[in-house]
């Protein structure tokens, strides 16, 4: 299923180039600094169940496509928030997506999974209604073998470094498990606040008071609660975490003086904030995270853009992150501006930008990051996340930015056996990015070979301290 040549120019110049480059990085480890797979496989080394359990029941790249054609979730095996009854049977939710497997067709979840099919289950055929039953036994089949074992996948996917996300509330007992068993692969965790940070979250109130009790503050108050944060953070970095990670609906900043900081606070918990309250005061605290980066060190990723749990249906049934989170319009420039007035100018401080409106690379971020010392343009994020989404991005924001204003590739996934197929679409496209620009005569080819390893490797370690 997988041509050596795949992804790369069919202009033989350019993608003799890419070939040249890419047996320079192909094999690199990997570098994860950012994404969402479960500490519990690495603490606990348990056998994936089944091949549902694997690939489809966690995937909502995969179900919202589904559910798009009109297949129910229940039907997927996506637990009911009221627990009502959905499908268990792990044969049969295989085989409806079998099904439905042409929907995927020129989609990056279908170049992810064809990946990890071969390369990690020796598939070699590809799904269908006719070979779902066979491909399902060969899964399920080398799933009860050691080699396939959270660990033994986290070495033989040749991973350096991943990190986990977590929320200041998880006690990060899976952490402090995989550190006390004694096994050597580097699993670290970074510090997602949301819950703790924006008025709008769900139980927004009550996570408070949990921070206060979790770090013995008194978190009413907002010198208490912003020490509670200060706290975790810390707490955090004892378990290998380098970075934040901000999911605002929009990029809004603020920096607000205490005294209305602290009012806005009140009011917050109170639970009387207006809508533009709350997002006042989500952009407070992203002015507040810089501040406490400049101190302790971590990295900020702000993720903005994505309108979460837009379709309510699907949320009063299955609750957050299952595919109906959808882009919006995003606007940095005077977005950003308070924060940037305050920290913008500083270098020992790494603020990575992402987006979902990929109109404001050229326009608004390309700019931005071509002139703070203090911001980074993080890879192509989510719904970019594709071959053609990296090409874009390298188009849009090379001219401005440069490659070492960028970060190299995050693989943002929850879906752990897709982790090298996305870093080698990802390498792959660099290289036939700097293979055209050396085709072009625009770069000598040895210094695409620097920027190659640069990009497939080093700039994610370095911009994440890593
Ligand atoms: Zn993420």
Known sequence: MLHEDRLFASDPTQRAIARRLYAQVGTLPIISPHGHTDPAWFAKNEAF???ATLFVVPDH???????????????????????????TDSRTIWRRFAVHWHLFRGTPTR???????????DVTERLSPATADRIYDQIDERLRRPEYRP?????????????????????????????????????????RPDPVVDPEFEGFRANVERLGALTGEDTATWAGYLAALANRRRYFMEFGATSTDHGHPTAATADLSRAEAEALFAKALRGDASPAEAELFRGQMLTEMARMSLEDGLVMQIHPGSMRNHNPVVFERFGRDKGADIPSQTEYVRALKPLLDRVGNERDLTIIL?????????????????????????????FHDSPE???????????????????GFNDDTRAFCSIPARHNVARRIDCGFLARLVAEHRLDEDEAADLAVDLAYTLAKKAYKL
């Not at 095996?77 to 499908?87: C, F, L, M, Q």
């Open 49 to 51: 169940p089944d091949p």
């Open 111 to 121: 170049l992810w999974l064809e990946h990890a099919l071969e390369t990690v289950f």
């Open 151 to 191: 660990r033994a996948l986290f070495e033989r996917f040749n991973i350096e470094v991943i990190a986990t996300t977590e929320s200041p509330l998880d006690p990060l007992e899976h952490h402090k498990a995989i550190r006390e068993s004694g096994w050597t692969g580097r699993v670290v965790t970074a510090f």
């Open 61 to 87: 790249y995969i179900y919202r496509m589904l559910y798009s054609q009109g297949v129910r979730l229940e039907d997927l095996g996506i637990p009911r928030k009221d627990g009502a009854a959905v499908e």
């Open 389 to 407: 989404g990296m090409r874009r991005f390298r188009e849009m924001v090379t001219e401005t930015a440069g490659f070492y204003n960028t970060v």
């Open 354 to 382: 992402f987006t979902l409106d990929e109109t404001s690379y050229s326009r608004e971020l390309a700019p931005l990051a071509g002139h703070y010392p203090a911001l980074r343009l993080g890879p192509s994020w989510w």
